[in-house]
Structure formats: C-alpha cells, structure tokens
C-alpha cells in the first residue's frame, strides 16, 4: 500500500512538472514572438534617410518667390548650402529624403527673370562663388552629369502634360562685348536649352542666321535662330534618367541614359565660340496656365571643367 501511493505521488509530481514546462515554452514563445513584431514595428517606423548627391557651392538658385521690387529671388553661395531652412526657398526648393533628392517646383507667379515670361526654380552655375563674372568658353570646356526625374507635372487644356526645361547652357557677353554692341546687360541667348517635354527629352540649339556675320555682328542675340529640335527616342515618363552634357571646343554633345547620343559639332558650335557659357539646371517651367505646376527632383548633379 505504502509503495501503491509512492507511485501516484511520482505519477502526479511528473505529470505537475510535465504541465509546468510546457506552459513556460508556451510563454517563452510568446513572448518572443512579441518582442519580434515590436522590432518590426520599430523599423517601420524609422525611415531610412536619403540625402542628395549634390554639392550646390559653386550655385545660385533664382526662385519663383516675388521681391518687393517684382524681381526674383535669388540664394547664392553660401547662403544656399542651408537653403532646407530658408523659408523663402522651402515652397520651392527642398530635400526629399525619402527619394534623397533636391525637389525643384515652379509655377506661374508674378515673378519674371528678364527677357521672359516665364518663372524658375532652377540653378545657375558659378565657378566662383557669388560672382557671375566668371564664366567658361567652349575652348575651355565643361561637362554637367545629372541623374533626374519629372515628379509631378499639370497639363493643360487639351490634356497634355505642360513641359519645362531641366537643362541649360546659356551665354554670357564679356564686359567688353557689352560695350562694343552698346548693350545694357551681359545677356547672351543660350546655346542648349533640354526639356521634359511630354515625358520625352527634346533638345534645342541655336544657328547663325548669316554664316558670314562678322565677330561683332555674332554678338547680338537677333544674329541667332532656333533651330528645329531634336528628341530622344527613349521616353522617360516619370523615371529615373541621367543626362550628360559634353563641351569641346567647337562641339557639343548630349547622352541619355549613357547609351544614346546627339552631337553637335558645325560651323554654328564652332563661332559660338566667342561666347562665355554657364550651366543651369532645375525646373524653367514652361507655362502660365493657371493651377499649372511641376516638380522636378535631381538626385545626382556634378559640373567639372
């Protein structure tokens, strides 16, 4: 009898700690597994942020935002290197960490750099910080690499997206040629000018209108037409796309997306020689259709010469 109820008491104590160990696995799991979806939850949260590759010390910017005298404003260096809190540049020019890029936005304003009806958010290169007497020759060189995307744009009445211009070369009188064509300003036309245009890339150059104007004559913008374009057969939508710009002496060429081409290389590239050249890049927007908008986000850009 002794020995009957020994064995029930093993039985119950084997069968107590039996019980015990599996309601403590149990609660191990749980608690385990709860820990692992609060960790998940952590990093859901926390986004990853993504800063722009772009070093803005050689840049101005001129924004859509209206002076009191009606002109644009413009952040130049080094007053731009902490443009994310300026709150005159915010509505226009701001980081997106979550793409890691500069958000370029422009719409019509009452804001109108000279010689154009239409607004800006858009860089303006400067070799030397703050001044813009200080510009390159197609005999010096330069090259603008850029990695971009078109984030939102408007369209217009019959549906189309409206365009803008991302890329520049623009030209640039030097004092002295100022003087001798007896202008008031140092405004040459711009030799490149490449558009988003209906999520294609389009290329417009300038052509002499007299092939034997002289060097002087040259000089005045009406001496230059437009030519008749030309488009990319890639279509980027709203994609990532790189665009790079070559300048030689003489020469001018345009990659997209490292595999497809336009040159330039003709009498008109070689006596546009005589110009001063400076690279833009940003958002020229091409309408003043009201409501109309666009934001063009540059992840990457880098000008060397």
């Known amino acids: 009898m002794k020995n009957f109820r020994i064995e ?47 070093d803005l010390s050689h840049w101005k ?18 007053e731009i290197l902490d443009f994310a809190s300026s709150d005159i540049a915010k509505p226009y020019m701001y980081i997106d960490s979550t793409k890691g890029a500069i958000v370029f936005h422009a719409m019509p304003t009452k804001s109108k750099t000279r ?7 858009e860089l303006r290169e400067q070799m030397e910080p703050g001044n ?16 971009i995307a078109m984030d939102e744009t408007s369209r217009d009445s019959n549906g189309k997206y409206h365009r803008t211009i991302i890329m520049q070369i623009h030209g640039r009188l030097t004092n002295e040629q100022r003087d001798l064509i007896g202008e008031d300003d140092n405004n040459a036309p711009p030799i490149l000018k490449i558009y988003w ?7 417009k150059t300038k052509v002499l209108k007299n092939l034997n104007a002289s060097e002087t004559e040259i000089l005045h913008e009406d001496a230059w037409d437009n030519d ?45 020689g005589v110009f001063e050249n400076y690279f833009k890049a940003g958002n ?18 880098e000008v060397s010469h």
């Open 197 to 203: 245009d209906k999520g294609k890339i389009r290329v």
């Open 132 to 147: 813009n007497n200080v510009n390159w020759t197609f005999k010096q060189g330069g090259i603008m690499k850029a990695k």
């Open 115 to 121: 010689n154009t009806k239409y607004t800006r958010s």
């Open 61 to 78: 910017v001129t924004l859509p935002a209206v002076k009191e005298n009606g002109k644009p404003y413009e952040i130049s260096p080094p």
């Open 8 to 54: 029930i008491l093993s039985i119950v104590l084997i069968t107590f700690l039996a019980v015990s160990a599996a309601c403590k696995a149990q609660t191990g799991s749980a608690s385990d597994s709860d820990v692992k979806v609060e960790k998940k939850k952590k990093r859901r949260k926390k986004k990853k942020v993504k800063l722009p590759n772009i």
């Open 228 to 272: 008749e374009g030309f488009n990319f057969e890639q279509e980027v939508g709203f994609n990532k796309f790189t665009l790079e710009v070559k300048v030689s002496d003489g020469k001018m060429v345009i990659i997209l997306n490292g595999n497809e081409y336009k040159v330039y290389k003709s009498v008109h590239m070689r006596r546009w």
């Open 284 to 301: 020229y927007f091409q309408s003043r259709d009201e409501g109309a908008y666009s934001k063009v986000r540059f992840y990457e850009l």
